[in-house]
Each structure stands twice: as structure tokens, then as C-alpha cells.
């Protein structure tokens, strides 16, 4: 029996995980080298270290009589794939942190939050001027002043592991004022043509109150108080925040709140978007597309439209509510006309003093109240659910209500209504009181319910 001749191991575990402890060790004591950007641009170097490892372990081996190490071990094969799989993350953080468009925030665990400061300015600006401020993200605050002077705050803000690392990373950008054809423009000019997306732009922008603004960000929140001229807003993910303006506003987004308090012209607001806040608009507002989170409109004196995949809506003057949230959708005093085309809302609607027309075109109840008797057509239809309708004691009108394979029940009665009784359906015509306007009433699996108030 011939004794085994044992198998050399290889020194590349160890030389790896002294390599590493090494690389660790200076991370803590020295945090102002960015080592992480090091390991990054000069990871190749572990794959020569692991060839120079098998060099050494094979003549090792022949000298000393042993059987030389496998080409590859199952550990280091774990280890390879373990290495491509940091590597390949790191790769990819990379290009996710230097993409200026980029829809999310990547602040990896061992970062830490830098800010620089700088200031910059243009004198001699006309009261009318306009302003457009581009920047790749960034929270935006305007303050508008009784001045002719444009002067921007910023504050550079940068993720990394170190302040050197922060620091390198905001000086390739700095924010300039340049006059343009139409007037100026706040942009970032980035050294040697090179964008990152880890430099955020925090700025507060002092502008002449009468100034014209246009704002363009891919991520970021906007806020301003008492603005009079024209604002654009663009933003791709944000909040935005405008009170008291007194020119017209327009916001386009793809995600995030909107809230419009107090302004003195027309609003339209751009979706998708999550919550929308609008009260006290002395002009017209205009609502596109799908918004996820609630809606609450008040007091606009203008005409009001609505249109999702979902829903159209427009209506006239609205002193009162418009809510949209949780499948309901709520409007109280409105003095226009209302045409309203949706599906699946429970809707209730109170004090409409024009003419009003819904179209349901799925499941949900309709509740309309009239304080006073009404003056214009009514005429509601309503997919499946039930329909109420209450009006005053007094009130006049020329009534003609359908149920297929459902109910009418009515608190009025006399020999000017009749009710008449088919296979699948339930009629109630005619009219009670002199004059008043006409009520079209038709619902399927639904109950019509005709109420008086007292």
C-alpha cells in the first residue's frame, strides 16, 4: 500500500481576505480616500491576483514533491461568481448614480449626505422678464420681491462615502445665469460636458414678483408664495405648492401631489399625477389624466373640466365642493351646467342650479338634492345601482323614470304621474305641478327612489 501524496492548497483565499482586510481597515481609519470609487475602477486586479496565486502554488507544488492545487475549487468557484456578482452590482450603482434621469433615489448604506453652497446672480432684470430653470433634480422654492435683480441660492447636495468623494462629485457642476433670446436661464453647465445624476440642486430663487416662469426638473418639489406672473412647472416626480398667484398656472407631471391655493387666472394641471389640492381660482380649471390620490376642488369661479380614462366631467362655477376619493365622487354648489360621463363612482351631487346630465356606466348609486326646485333638465342614467333624487315640496317638473329589473318608489303622487308594470321593467310618467323643467330618470338592477323633503 502506497502512502497519498498530499494536495497543496492554494494561498489565494488567504492573500484575498488579507487583501481585503487591508482594504477595509483603510476605509475606516482613512474615510477621506474614496476607496469605493477605487475598488470599482481597479477590481480587475483580483482576477491577476488569482492568476499569480495558481502561478505560485503550481511551482510551489513541484518543488516540494506535492500534488499540485485543482485549476479550480468549488470555494473558488463560489468566490468567482460571488466577485462577478459585486462587481456587477457595483457596475450597475454606477451607472444608476451617474444617470441624470433616473426615476430613484440610490443612497447605498454607507453614504452620507454633503451640501456646498454657492450664490449666483443677474442685475438690471425687467419687471416682465421670464425665467426658465432647468435642472436634473432638485427641491425649487421662489421668492418673488419687489426687485429687478434674478439671485439664485443652491445648495449642491451629493451622496458618497467620504467628503472628498461629495466634494469631487459637485465641482464637476456649477449653476449659471444666461440671458437668452426670451429672456434667462438657470442652468447647471457641467465640466467637460459631463452629467451626473448623484448632484442634486436644492435652490431658492429670489425673481422680480411680475417675472414669467418656466420650470423643468426630472425629480424634485416646487414651492412659491405670491408670484404674479405666468408659471410652468414641469416635473417628472414632485411636489408642487403655489399660493396666491397671480397670473396663470400649468403643471405637468408624472407623479406626485399638486396644491393651488388662491389664483388669479386660469389652472391646468397635467397628470398622472397622486393628490390634487385646488381652492379659490378666480379663472377657468382644467384637470388631464389618471390621478391617483384624492381630488378636492373649491370655490373656482370659472368652468371647471375634468377628463381621465375614467371620468369627463365639466361644470360650471363651483362655490362649493368637488370630490373625487375611494369610488365616490361628491359635487355641491355649482351654478352651471353639469355633464358628468363615468364609470363605477357612487356619485352625490347637492344644489346644481344649471342643467344636468350623468351617465353611469357601471355599477354605483346616484344621489342628487335640490334645496330649491330646479329650473333646468335633469337626466341621469345609471348602468346598475340605485338612483335618489330629493326635491322640494313645491317643485314642478315633467318626470319620466325607467327601472329595468328594478324599483320605483316616490314620495309624489296625484293624477298627473302614472306607473305602469311590465315583464322586466317599472315606468313612472307625467307631470306634477304646472310648468317646471323635464326629469329622465333610467337605471338597470336599481331601485329609483323619488323623494320630498320637508
Avoid at 87 to 101: C, F, K, N, Q, Y
Wanted: net charge neutral; proline share 4%.
Amino acid at each position: 500500500m502506497h502512502p497519498t501524496t498530499a494536495r497543496r492548497r492554494s494561498i489565494f483565499g488567504g492573500l484575498l481576505l488579507t487583501l481585503l482586510g487591508v482594504y477595509f481597515l483603510l476605509a475606516n481609519l482613512r474615510p477621506e480616500l474614496s476607496l469605493w470609487t477605487a475598488f470599482w475602477r481597479y477590481w480587475p486586479a483580483l482576477l491577476i491576483l488569482w492568476g499569480v496565486a495558481r502561478l505560485v502554488d503550481y511551482r510551489s507544488a513541484r518543488r516540494a514533491g506535492q500534488v499540485p492545487p485543482r485549476t479550480l475549487t468549488a470555494g473558488e468557484l463560489v468566490l468567482v461568481l460571488l466577485l462577478i456578482g459585486v462587481v456587477g452590482t457595483a457596475s450597475l450603482v454606477g451607472e444608476i448614480r451617474t444617470d441624470p434621469d433616473r426615476q430613484i433615489d440610490l443612497v447605498l448604506p454607507w453614504d452620507r449626505t454633503f451640501s456646498f453652497s454657492e450664490e449666483v446672480a443677474a442685475d438690471a432684470v425687467a419687471a416682465d422678464a421670464a425665467l426658465d430653470i432647468v435642472i436634473p433634480r432638485g427641491n425649487i422654492e421662489i421668492v418673488p420681491e419687489d426687485t429687478r435683480q434674478i439671485r439664485a441660492v443652491i445648495a449642491k447636495r451629493t451622496y458618497a462615502f467620504n467628503e472628498r468623494e461629495a466634494r469631487r462629485t459637485a465641482e464637476q457642476a456649477s449653476m449659471r445665469i444666461v440671458q437668452t433670446d426670451s429672456g434667462y436661464e438657470l442652468r447647471p453647465e457641467w465640466r467637460e460636458g459631463r452629467r451626473l445624476g448623484n448632484v442634486y440642486f436644492d435652490l431658492t430663487v429670489h425673481v422680480p414678483r411680475q417675472i414669467s416662469l418656466r420650470v423643468q426638473s426630472a425629480r424634485g418639489d416646487l414651492r412659491t408664495t405670491g408670484l404674479a406672473g405666468r408659471l410652468d412647472v414641469q416635473l417628472r416626480r414632485g411636489n408642487v405648492e403655489i399660493r396666491n398667484a397671480g397670473g396663470a398656472v400649468r403643471v405637468q407631471l408624472r407623479q406626485g401631489d399638486v396644491r393651488v391655493h388662491a389664483a388669479r387666472s386660469d389652472v391646468i394641471i397635467t397628470g398622472p399625477g397622486d393628490l390634487v389640492e385646488v381652492s379659490d381660482v378666480a379663472g377657468a380649471l382644467t384637470l388631464e389624466g389618471n390621478f391617483s390620490g384624492p381630488i378636492q376642488i373649491s370655490q373656482v369661479q370659472g368652468e371647471t373640466t375634468f377628463r381621465s380614462s375614467r371620468t369627463n366631467l365639466t361644470c360650471g362655477p363651483i362655490a362649493g365642493q368637488l370630490t373625487l376619493s375611494s369610488g365616490r365622487l361628491t359635487l355641491t354648489d355649482s351654478s352651471g351646467a353639469v355633464s358628468l360621463i363615468t364609470r363605477s363612482y357612487d356619485i352625490t351631487m347637492e344644489s346644481i342650479e344649471g342643467e344636468l346630465r350623468i351617465e353611469n356606466r357601471s355599477s354605483g348609486d346616484i344621489r342628487l338634492h335640490f334645496p330649491r326646485p330646479p329650473r333646468q333638465a335633469v337626466q341621469v342614467r345609471n348602468e346598475k345601482g340605485d338612483i335618489e333624487l330629493t326635491l322640494p315640496a313645491e317643485a314642478a317638473f315633467l318626470l319620466q323614470a325607467t327601472a329595468q329589473r328594478g324599483e320605483i318608489e316616490s314620495d309624489f303622487s296625484g293624477a298627473g304621474l302614472e306607473k305602469t308594470e311590465r315583464e322586466e321593467a317599472v315606468e313612472l310618467r307625467g307631470r306634477v305641478g304646472a310648468h317646471g323643467p323635464p326629469i329622465r330618470l333610467e337605471t338597470t338592477y336599481g331601485t329609483i327612489r323619488l323623494r320630498r323633503s320637508l
